[in-house]
């Protein structure tokens, strides 16, 4: 009767609507964790990169030389050898405006081929002062004394060549 007097309901109706807003909370409840379960127990989508493509070191020379580098003197080494496990190993000389410096271009048939052997150039003391850079499967080896500025040109150059048509955050010439 007391209840009754609060809010106009008998004691059954009170007990209906207490069960009613019990099963209702506990159906959303349940749904909740369901969705929630199947969203989280998902992987999240990954895009699959795009392979890069493996390019000789007569193709990035010939590129090179098509970016407005100057390339004489070019020198085709026998590869691999017992410095590098290189497929195609080519030696020149880069002009680029008044800089110009001897560069030796190393190609690999994987990209992995080059990770492994710019490691070990990076760990050998013949060379310590030597600059090395790779760009997808290719090597670019400038000796010391080499002009810094023509040689981050040169790998500027190589990045837009070798990996940017295959990364969308990366720059590619208009």
């Known amino acids: 009767e007391e209840l009754q007097s609060r809010n106009g309901w008998t004691r059954g109706q009170t007990l209906t609507a207490i069960g009613a807003g019990a099963l209702i909370a506990a159906i959303l409840f349940c749904g909740l964790t369901v969705a929630f379960g199947s969203a989280l127990g998902q992987p999240s989508p990954t895009a699959t990169p795009i392979p890069l493509a493996v390019r000789s070191a007569s193709d990035v020379a010939a590129n090179l030389k098509t970016a407005g580098v100057t390339i004489s003197g070019e020198k085709t080494i026998p590869a691999p050898n017992a410095t590098w496990t290189a497929a195609h190993e080519l030696s020149f000389k880069a002009t680029i405006g008044d800089k110009s410096g001897m560069f030796t271009l190393l190609s690999y048939n994987t990209v992995d081929g080059a990770s492994i052997d710019s490691f ?34 040169i790998a500027a150059k190589l990045l837009t060549y070798l990996v940017a048509p295959y990364r969308s955050f990366l720059p590619t010439p208009k």
Do not use: H, M, Y
């Open 120 to 153: 070990r150039a990076s760990t050998a003391v013949a060379f310590k002062e030597w600059r090395i850079v790779q760009r997808a499967n290719v090597l670019l080896a400038a000796p010391p004394g080499t002009d810094s500025t023509l040689t981050e040109t």
